[in-house]
Structure formats: C-alpha cells, structure tokens
C-alpha cells in the first residue's frame, strides 16, 4: 500500500512559499512579546474569506504553512492578538482559517485574517 502523499512539501515548501514566500515576523500577544520568524505568502491585497455563513468578503490576509507553525510551536490559540510584520506594515491578527490539503489541516496552510488598523 502506497503512502500518504505529502501535499506540504509538493504543493507548498517546494513550490508556492519558495517562490512567491516573503519573510514576515509574527508576534505573539503574551506577555514576552515573543517573535517568530516565518514565511507567509502576500494576499493583503485582497483574498476571498468566508465572513458569515454563506456570505464571502475580499478581506486582507497572509497565509502560512500549518507545519511551519508547528515546527516553530506556535499554537493556533496563539494567533489570537498577534500581529504581522509584513511588506513594511504591522498588520493585526483579526482571525484564522483552514487551507487544508486533502490530507487534513496539519499539511495545508492557515490563512491568517489581518487588519492594518489593529497593528501597532
């Protein structure tokens, strides 16, 4: 029986976040202020978010890999009051969301929801 295909390396390391990844600093709304160097890929211009049920907006976002978050020990609970330095700006964290490849949500990305007014 064949393995699992590892849609992280195929899909994101190897490819997306290689060439179109740009070096952010996340930090962690705790009480160090602890910062984490990433690699996220750009989508502030715009990106279409599920707002409500049913209801799509183009909202500001950063997407970054689900294991690179995990291979740094940042917690999805964690990104709740973070900020995001990201193309010269300080972006807020307003909320996350799941990207997940068809082997679940630990291979795929975490689209983070930004808001440039709630960046310090």
Same mark, same amino acid.
């Given at each position: 029986? =064949?393995?699992?295909?590892? &849609?992280? &390396?195929? !899909? &994101?390391? /190897?490819?997306?976040?290689?060439?179109?990844?740009? =070096?952010?600093? +996340?930090? !962690?709304?705790?009480?160090? #202020?602890?910062? %984490?160097?990433?690699?996220?890929?750009?989508?502030?211009? #715009?990106?279409?978010?599920?707002?409500?049920?049913?209801?799509?907006?183009? +909202? $500001?976002?950063?997407? %970054?890999?689900? %294991?690179?978050? =995990?291979?740094?020990?940042?917690?999805?609970?964690?990104?709740?009051?973070?900020?995001? =330095?990201?193309?010269?700006?300080?972006?807020?964290?307003? *909320?996350?969301?799941? *990207? $997940?490849? $068809?082997?679940?949500?630990? /291979?795929?990305?975490?689209?983070?929801?930004?808001?440039?007014?709630? #960046?310090?």
């Amino acid at each position: 029986m =064949a393995g699992l295909v590892d &849609f992280d &390396f195929m !899909l &994101f390391e /190897q490819s997306s976040y290689t060439i179109y990844g740009v =070096a952010v600093v +996340l930090t !962690l709304d705790d009480t160090s #202020g602890t910062t %984490v160097d990433l690699t996220a890929i750009d989508e502030t211009a #715009g990106t279409d978010v599920l707002d409500r049920a049913g209801v799509t907006t183009i +909202l $500001p976002a950063a997407a %970054v890999r689900a %294991v690179e978050l =995990a291979e740094k020990n940042v917690a999805l609970v964690d990104l709740s009051g973070a900020s995001l =330095a990201l193309n010269g700006k300080t972006w807020g964290v307003v *909320r996350h969301g799941y *990207r $997940p490849t $068809p082997n679940g949500e630990g /291979q795929g990305e975490i689209l983070l929801v930004l808001d440039e007014s709630d #960046g310090a």
